[in-house]
């Protein structure tokens, strides 16, 4: 059988024909290779590969009057690079840009010989814009794959063209079988987003000059935005694409039984396995055969009563709009001529940002409005995480639009900020002493606050997408008298057809709900501020060589971060308690009265209460979660293996989601008697993340510099930083919710020691130079303008941790037992000629935590399920290393290691040649890592495609590869430069 529409034949002629036989089996499948150019990599912040990039720089100075003077520059710049390559030389790849850009405006008048005004105007744009090979524009390719699509008949009768995912199983494009499509890429199919994201600045500044004082002050609006166009959020299986996606399949057709009647190779295979399953997966590719259709649909206006148009509004648009103004005084007071004081004042505010056309969505519940809504029958962090804390199960969370273009404008994400007043002290005096202005002591200390600038992304993404505003529509039916949804059917279709009933809305979500995520802006969002200490003690030893002592403080405070207040509790409700006491064996009564009528499965088919401890269920049954969300903790764990590794939260979010024989989710914890909360605060959800200021930093830092201004051709500095950076992270994982704390670290960004020194010299040939200075002519133009320069860089590594199971709810670490971790053992240890290293010496090894075999934690009956690790030292053959009990953080401590020392040198030759006056000629070599020295890794880390860059080895005691270094990585690298200057 052939596929009727023609595309199959279409896509067999595209393949590339076998020319690698070094893949394989070597008689029935081979690979194939070709040579082509590439462009390099690039993605939405501008992080990749070597990419094709031009730029322009346009600067400007007038004098229009003797009083008044105007500036302006003016920067564009465009960095293309090739977005999902194309696999065969007939196929169509990606495309990426970047068309940063930069002006600003400066007006200076002098109003009066004392009296100086300069008004600045700014607007600077930036944005990535990636495309997929179905419309990227370059060489009109997107036109072109459409086109084919339209040839073979891949289209509805609307004039929607459907990317096709041929075949299944076996016969499909690619590994990834729902990812698959006729014109290739390297990796899953790229994305389409336009971003743009101006910015726009107007300022004035009035310096006022009287005796000792230089008084100025003035102030500044900005507006700033970020538009995203979006055609992509995820692969074409559960991900949300504005253009059709025919998946090849069966449909929804039972199981065919074709083949059982065939006896030879056919036989002793079932329908999805061996031969059989190779040859449904064979007729189901040659045959066009479809399983369904996909296709996103959404709306860019809160006031739309149906979904978008594919066809007339092909993008998701989601505007972040944000207005900021601040005012500023400062006065420098020149004290005595040796001692300046600088004293000031500014003040922030930072309006709060909305999705234009009224698409940002808050929270109500019946006790509350906004942001805090999201706390649902919990209502406050007053009750969050308390023992028999109240709960009120009327308060459940709803959807509504607020702010700008909507019909709640009166509302906000958040309380508007309005007390960021920020004052400034510093000073500078010239010591008397060891001669007259040879030395001079700094100091000051200043408050400033942080904007949302970097932030909109998460302010659309919690804001912007609020469920029901958007729908993934599936579409399966084949046509009548059909039996299959086949390719050949498109043209049939007008449109993708929507379920009767499907219109835009926001989603009200049930008690029972459970799957969703969820989040808000706590009502007390505020806007970080950081406390800056700088004390500096300058020395000039010499007309040409001066030195500088520095220490720097830089204080944050309430930084932004994010907390999920659906971490399933287990601490402060009694269950790990129980959970301990069914682990050892027991059945607890608490578990009986909470899960009573529950059916676990998994061998435990009876009821528990029944004659059913809870316990014994939990132990027997190899029974699933089933309503657990993908990755959720708990998902894809049997009840007994959770038990027997101590996972308590995988089994407090699994009991989450249980329900009675025909009833609903987590229902059952009321008609038992226990509060809708008592696991979850928020129970309608899986994640509920509140955005709060919970992070904290101290970063203190000692540096020392040393400088020669050019001498002699020779020209260097070279600092050392000795640094300690300390606090919360931001990012929301936390190892118990109750106590933040119990986080307060290193932090990833810390780094002890940095040394960085870079200088030139200009090499003495030439004429007028101590070689050559009498030369002219040919000989004076090759051997004069020749320099080098040099950067070394040599970095401490960044903490490290020893990470275990989580036993808590995150992060993870081990105990010390015994004799303890021997940190002196801590080192790449690689022998000469060894294919691999090691970051402990070989001195450990893995082995099974002695608390699978204490039959005094895990009940005998469950201890071939507890497959936790630990670590043993092979010298004495003592476990040094294991998991602490659930509910323990564990004593190693986090980031108690420090990760390898990187070090590089980096050198430039340059030659110019003066051709006539005004005008050279300049070329260029660099060399990175010109030493060529490999740095080990733990994997092969790749920012793109081709860079690589080196990684920790594992930590992790769950690892099959404690401290393995399988890899070195980097090499000395040049790179050509020309240029001509006039």
Known sequence: MRDPSGFIDYFMDTLYPTNNYEVGDGLNTAGYKYPRTLKGADNRFGVGEDTYRKQINVRIDHILTNDHRLSGSWSWERTDADNNFFQTPDGFGGHTFRKPMVLTVNLTSTLMPTLLNEFRFGMSRTGTNSSAAYNNPIDNQGERVREIYRELGMVTADGQEVVVGPGMGAFSWAADTQNGNFYGGRGNLAASIADTSPRWTFGDTLTWTRGRHSIRFGGEFRRQSSEVLEQWTGNFTIGHNPWPYIHGGEGSVATPNTFTHVTGILAGSGGNTGNQRALRDLLVFQTGSGDRIHQWRYVNNISDTTFNDPVADPAMVRDTIQKEFSFFFKDDWKITNDLTLNLGVRYDYFGVPHLRNGMTTGLVTSQTVGGDAIFGPTISFDNWFVSNAPADPDALVTLQSIGPGGPNSDLQLYSADKNNISPAIGFAYQLPWFGKGKTTFRGGYQISYIGMVGNFATIEAAAGRAPGLSYLNTYRDPPA????????????????????????????????????????????????????????????????????????????????????????????????????????????????????????????????????????????????????????????????????????????????????PGGQTGEYMEINGFPVNFIKASPQFNNATLYTNQGHSNYHSFQAQVTLRPTAGLNLQSTYTWSRNLGISPAGTVTNPADIWMDYTLLPSHRAHNWVTYGGYELPLGPGKQFGGEMTGFMARFIEGWQTSWILNITSGGPLSITANNMLYANGVPDMVNEGFDFDSVGVYWPSGASAGNYFGNRYELVLDPICSNSALVDPSIQSRCTLNAVRNVDTGNVVLQHPLPGNQGNFGRNRLTAVTRWSLDMALMKSVQIIEGKSFRIRVDASNILNHPLPSGTLGASGTRIVFPTNPSTSISSGTFGAFPYKVGGRTFQFMARFDF
């Open 481 to 660: 008298g059909s039996a299959y949804l086949g390719f050949k059917d498109l043209l049939s279709l007008n449109g993708i057809p929507l379920p009767e009933n499907v219109a835009p809305g926001f989603t009200e979500f049930t008690l029972y709900d459970r799957q969703q995520n969820i989040a808000s802006f706590a009502s007390g969002y505020k806007h970080p501020y950081v406390q800056n200490i700088t004390f500096a003690l300058t020395r000039n030893l010499t007309t040409n060589l001066m030195v500088d002592l520095r220490y720097i403080g830089t204080l944050t405070r309430k930084n932004f971060s994010s907390l999920n207040l659906n971490t399933p509790n287990f601490t402060t409700n009694g269950l790990l308690q129980a959970f301990d006491a069914a682990r050892r064996g027991e059945n607890p009564q608490l578990l009986d009265d909470l899960m009573a009528g529950l059916v676990l499965g998994g061998g435990v088919s009876t009821p528990i209460g029944a004659g059913q401890p809870a316990g014994d269920a939990l132990r027997r049954s190899s029974g699933r979660a089933s309503r657990l969300p993908a990755f959720a903790p708990g998902w894809f764990q049997s009840f007994n293996s959770m038990l027997a590794n101590g996972d308590y939260d995988g089994l407090a979010n699994a009991l989450n989601v249980l329900a009675l």
